[in-house]
């Protein structure tokens, strides 16, 4: 079920109908949990099956700093057209576990987003597609790469610059392929603005998936190496 998720693929025009809005889950903090990946990560996305794009993430840390580089290119083609095509980048600095610099480029199908934020004493500025909005400090970003980001029922949409919000419930325990291997993983279902299935193991992202507008099954499937 989806997001619009993870920025993403035509944050309205691949999305079911929205299911009704359940109670939001009280945000927590996010600046004890939240601790990047060992290596990055990087995901193949599948339409029914087959593939369709990638989503990447690259993390750099400097001291107390830390830089997430997001890329996310899908084309659905049928024979020699592109009948469908989204391009995402996005750039997040973090500084002890606290969101203080996001910029963001959206091409969804020639249709164009862009989201510009950064840390102002106790809240975070964003200048977007959406408009202007002041957030708490503490928000955090739909790009999901910890489990701790994923849990707290409303984010900052990074590829308008809105606030959206969902409820969250935890499902049982499932195990998750990555290559060759299968690893134990928690799942959450997320309801509202954003509709998704997220799994997380030992904390970090291992799968997605999603309903497109269409019916379509949008599966994450994560690449070996990015373990």
């Known amino acids: 079920m989806a997001e619009r998720c993870p920025c993403l693929l035509s944050r309205r025009s691949m999305m079911l109908g929205l299911a009704a809005l359940a ?52 084309a659905v083609k049928f024979a020699f057209f592109t009948l469908y095509s989204y391009h995402h980048t996005n750039r997040e600095t973090w500084e002890n576990g606290r969101l203080v610099g996001i910029e963001t480029r959206t091409d969804d199908n020639g249709e164009r987003f862009r989201v510009s934020g950064r840390a102002v004493g106790d809240r975070l500025e964003i200048d977007g597609s959406s408009g202007r909005l002041t957030l708490p400090a503490d928000t955090v970003p739909s790009s999901y790469w910890h489990e701790a980001m994923a849990t707290r029922g409303e984010w900052l949409d990074t590829q308008a610059g809105s606030l959206a919000r969902s409820a969250v419930k935890a499902q049982p325990e499932e195990m998750v392929r990555i290559g060759r291997t299968e690893v134990p993983a928690r799942r959450y279902a997320l309801v509202g603005d954003i509709t998704c299935d997220l799994w997380y193991h030992d904390g970090e992202w291992v799968k997605l998936l999603f309903l497109g507008e269409d019916g379509s099954a949008i599966d994450y499937v994560r690449m070996p190496g990015s373990a």
Request: hydrophobic share 45%; proline share 10%.
């Open 23 to 74: 109670a939001v889950r009280p945000v927590a903090p996010v600046a004890a949990a939240l601790r990047p990946p060992a290596e990055d990560i990087a995901f193949q996305a599948l339409r029914n099956g087959s593939p369709i794009g990638t989503h990447k993430l690259r993390f750099s840390k400097d001291g107390e700093r830390l830089t997430v580089d997001i890329e996310i290119a899908f």
